[in-house]
């Protein structure tokens, strides 16, 4: 995988300007700033938790791509298919799988 194995942190003072935004707890790394802090301080703030949510955000649409359409094949997890329609794990497939293309930059 491609996506970052560290923690990603919101700070609330990034930069020249002191702006919102995302670094890494690995390294003195500046993953993004928001840089409508002053103008928007909610929304930057909003979105710098977003994106510093997108490592696990990422994780976990694998994950549940993995344990609802390989475990429920039969390889020993629990069987969704007795929950989901095949139209409905259709569906949450394609959502997790574009998700995490786009995450993955395909």
Known sequence: MAHAKEKWEVNKNIGKKS????????APCIIAIMGNSKEWPEEAAANARLIAAAPELLAACE?????THNKSQGTGGPDYKACFTAKQMNEIGNVLRAAIAVARGE
Request: hydrophobic share 45%; net charge negative.
């Open 19 to 26: 702006e919102i935004g995302v670094i890494s707890d690995k």
């Open 63 to 67: 994950n549940v791509l993995y344990i």
